[in-house]
């Protein structure tokens, strides 16, 4: 009885599971850059202070997000 | 980031007037020892909790990580060229880049 109450219950799941919601769209050429204030590091260790992009107001900044540390590219 | 290294010269100008900041989710002690062990001229940012990578559209909900999306801040503060992806191995990604840094970034600041 239990195993058929839980087969009915499985069957009624959808098979696909739905898609987890797509992450919000790439910022478009001409948007204003989200300011950010994140913990840095170098190659000579972690710094002491946060790295924000406001302090290179007046420059060009490349900001290159990427998988994970020790990872390819 | 290999190849974001070797083109920090000519396509990142060696930083002048240029910032390269690299951004995930590692924390900071696991990009400090991978920049160091592999010699990386490069400021990273570390986002664990991914806020920044939502707010610039790069991140991967399914794989929780961001994709390989960069971005051309312009001293505006706007954003002036984006790659989403960056096609990282394609030679063709970095003349591009480089092109759009070079509009930003006065001609050779530093020739006389």
């Known amino acids: ?73 | 980031m290999n190849a974001y290294r070797d083109q920090y010269a000519q396509t990142f100008k060696n930083g002048r007037n240029v910032v390269l900041i690299a951004i995930s989710a590692d924390v900071d002690t696991a990009l400090a020892s991978w920049a160091r062990d592999a010699d990386y001229p490069v400021l990273f940012a570390s986002d664990t909790g991914s806020a920044v990578g939502k707010a610039y559209g790069a991140y991967n909900a399914q794989y929780k990580l961001d994709n390989r999306n960069l971005f051309v801040v312009g001293p505006d503060g706007k954003i002036a060229y984006r790659a989403t992806p960056f096609r990282e191995i394609d030679p063709m990604a970095y003349t591009e880049l480089g092109g759009a840094i070079s509009k930003l970034v006065p001609a050779d600041s530093t020739a006389r």
């Open chain 1, 1 to 73: 009885m239990l195993t058929t109450l839980v087969l009915a219950a499985l069957l009624q799941q959808p098979a696909v599971p739905p898609a987890p919601p797509p992450g919000p769209p790439a910022l478009a050429v001409g948007a204003q850059a989200p300011d950010f204030s994140l913990p840095g590091a170098t190659r000579y260790g972690t710094l002491k202070n946060p790295v924000r992009l406001s302090d290179y107001k007046g420059k060009t900044v490349v900001l290159a997000f990427f998988f994970k540390a020790r990872t390819r590219g």
